[in-house]
């Protein structure tokens, strides 16, 4: 996730703690034992597993500028975190960081991350393929000239491997398919514009495990995730309301129609291409099953489409008429949970996301949430703003 959107999560949360921001929705209830359908579920809350030593006695923005951007789950056991921090004390610098946990959140390790001839102060997406090997993706240098930078590890972050990408974007998702075979997806701001997000942009794919990138489609619009399947079937999702696929291992892409995008007429005011959503996450469980988070970028809003056609078409399952949805990770095609951009909770469903439940964040005060990851239904974490995330079955 790129500076700009953490500017956005700060502003949300300074609007909070002024009383002004809620979280209702008539479609989500509160944390309740039973579902609209009548399946049972036990209530869950989510307590901050892990949150910055640095963070002791913070409270408001001080606190939330320690920013987990996110999330790679190994297995039940091994996790990794990755997003970024204030330099050092009063400072207005940031740096990467990266967090590990091995024994499945008991105790976590963190480390900033440095590189020769390179000041990394933007990390925002993370992506392991086994224990030892992983990439990260995001910025160095000054805002006045940043870099898109990717890094690997082959020995479970102990050390890391630096690279600058050629380009004017800077990354924002990572996903390799094996050891080799790996896609980048970035973002640049609007045409005409220096800062911001939603201008063009290109996925970028790798045969060498990362020591060279190549453009595989170059796209008028900015990229925010990527999922795939299995190493032929994958989908990545972006701005104005746009989500693409790959059925041959990513040398070719086609759009698919979301039903929320900005189409190439004019927009009609009010109407769904209007509200300028990001896909800000995509996430197949089998290949015609399949869920995507949409965020307004002009109002709160959110979206969870879904699919049973492998993206051929997409529905709008959960409309979320006061905060946009951040992400959405389910084990299957009928449990998962969902993060939101306002309030204090994450949401959880059993019926492929038809009815919600809505489950305590357990913080001492309000903060967005923006990835999560699972590596089954006892072993749920999220991350965001503050803390890294954990559920815990009451």
């Known amino acids: ?209 990362g020591k060279t990138w190549q453009p595989q489609i170059n796209l008028s619009i900015s990229m925010y995730d990527l999922y795939f399947l299995d190493k032929m079937n994958g989908w990545a999702s972006g701005s104005k309301g746009s989500i693409y696929h790959t059925n041959d291992g990513g040398r070719t892409w086609n759009s698919q129609r979301t039903e929320i995008e900005t189409g190439e007429s004019i927009v009609v005011p009010g109407t769904e291409g209007s509200k300028l959503f990001r896909v800000l996450g995509v996430q197949f469980t089998d290949p015609d099953h399949g869920f995507a988070a949409a965020a307004a970028e002009e109002e709160d809003a959110g979206r969870l489409l879904a699919t049973t056609n492998g993206g051929v078409s997409w529905t709008r399952q959960w409309v979320k008429p006061d905060s946009g949805i951040r992400d959405t990770f389910f084990l299957n095609r009928d449990e998962g949970w969902a993060v939101t951009e306002r309030g204090s909770f994450v949401y959880h469903t059993v019926d492929g996301g038809r009815t919600w439940l809505s489950e305590q964040e357990v913080f001492e005060q309000e903060c967005t949430l923006v990835r999560i990851g699972a590596a089954d239904a006892s072993h749920v974490w999220a991350v965001g703003a503050s803390a890294v995330f954990f559920r815990v079955s009451d």
């Open 1 to 209: 996730m790129l500076i700009a959107k953490r500017v956005a999560v700060l502003a949300t949360l300074l609007t909070a703690f002024s009383g002004i921001a809620g979280c209702n929705n008539s479609r989500s209830t509160s944390n309740q034992t039973r579902q609209a359908d009548g399946q049972s579920t036990k209530s869950a809350k989510w307590i901050a597993q892990y949150r910055s030593p640095l963070t002791t006695g913070l409270t408001g923005p001080n606190l939330t500028s320690y920013f987990y951007s996110g999330i790679s789950v190994v297995n039940q056991n091994v996790v990794f975190v990755c997003g970024d921090m204030p330099a050092g004390k009063n400072s207005d610098e940031r740096i990467g960081v990266v967090l590990k946990t091995v024994d499945g959140g008991q105790k976590w390790s963190e480390s900033t991350m440095h590189a020769p001839g390179m000041s990394i102060t933007t990390l925002n997406g993370i992506h392991f393929i086994n224990e030892n090997m992983g990439w990260l993706v995001g910025a160095e240098g000054s805002e006045d000239s940043r870099s898109g930078v990717v890094l690997k590890t082959t020995d479970g972050g102990t050390s890391w491997s630096a690279a600058r990408l050629v380009g004017k974007q800077i990354p924002t998702t990572v996903l390799f398919t094996d050891e080799n075979t790996g896609f980048i997806g970035g973002a640049t701001p609007p045409p005409g514009e220096d800062v911001g997000e939603g201008g063009p942009s290109a996925i970028l794919g790798t045969t060498d495990g």
